[in-house]
């Protein structure tokens, strides 16, 4: 199957910096990737769709200043956790579909946690 | 999307053969049922997808009525390690369509 690698697995990081979290696609090309948010117990929410070369799309209630995406190229995408509050600690974790059928692929997640 | 309901939970133990159905009344011509499978700390996994009928791979078989409006993900034999959340998600396959995943169905398997 399709490899979705993400980095880092964990960060521990004090309130007010900012995080960069990676997502890459290790085998096929993603024109498309997702970013989603997981608290302990709960099921995953979509943040965002990340598009290679353009603007991301945010869900509803998603910051896009404080949750920044870049898609630089069909391989890579990341997310910038601006001036991180404990609030923002959480479970992150990306996805991407290297077929038609629109299985995706999830990267392993990242423990965000914020002091 | 399709909603979908699902199980909050089930029990079984090992060397049991679990069902877990997935309930999706709404479902269009053009969706597919794509099953996944989350540990904790682990993003999910691609674990089965089928359209109608039955599929089956070497991890589990899924079955679907002529109807579509629900599915079966049959798990056979589970161990322990088969402890985690399924998640049943429903969509037209298209690339670039985000999944929007509902509370899953949590599988506690004991020995």
């Known amino acids: 199957g399709a490899v979705v690698s993400q980095h880092p697995s964990r960060v521990i990081c004090k309130s007010g910096t900012s995080v960069k979290i990676e997502c890459r696609s290790l085998?096929?090309?993603?024109?498309?990737m997702f970013w989603y948010r997981q608290f302990p117990k709960q099921s995953l929410m979509l943040m965002a769709t990340s598009n290679e070369g353009s603007k991301a799309t945010y869900e509803q209630g998603v910051e896009k200043d404080k949750f920044l995406i870049n898609h630089a190229s069909l391989t890579l995408s990341t997310l910038t956790v601006t001036s991180a509050h404990p609030e923002d600690s959480s479970f992150y974790i990306c996805?991407?579909?290297?077929?038609?059928?629109?299985?995706?692929?999830f990267g392993a997640g990242t423990r965000l946690s914020v002091l | 999307l399709a909603k979908t309901t699902q199980p909050i939970s089930m029990d079984s133990y090992e060397g049991q053969e679990v069902n877990i159905t997935c309930s999706h009344n709404n479902i269009a011509t053009n969706d597919y049922i794509t099953w996944y499978q989350q540990f904790p700390s682990q993003g999910p996994r691609f674990i089965i997808q089928g359209y109608k009928t039955k599929v089956t791979n070497e991890v589990a078989s899924l079955f679907i009525p002529a109807d579509r409006k629900s599915s079966t993900l049959s798990l056979p034999r589970v161990s322990l390690s088969d402890t985690a959340v399924y998640y049943c998600l429903v969509g037209d396959g298209q690339a670039g369509t985000a999944l929007i995943f509902g509370k899953g169905t949590t599988l506690s398997v004991s020995s």
């Open positions: 996805s991407a579909s290297p077929d038609s059928k629109n299985i995706q692929y």
């Open positions: 085998d096929f090309q993603a024109t498309t």
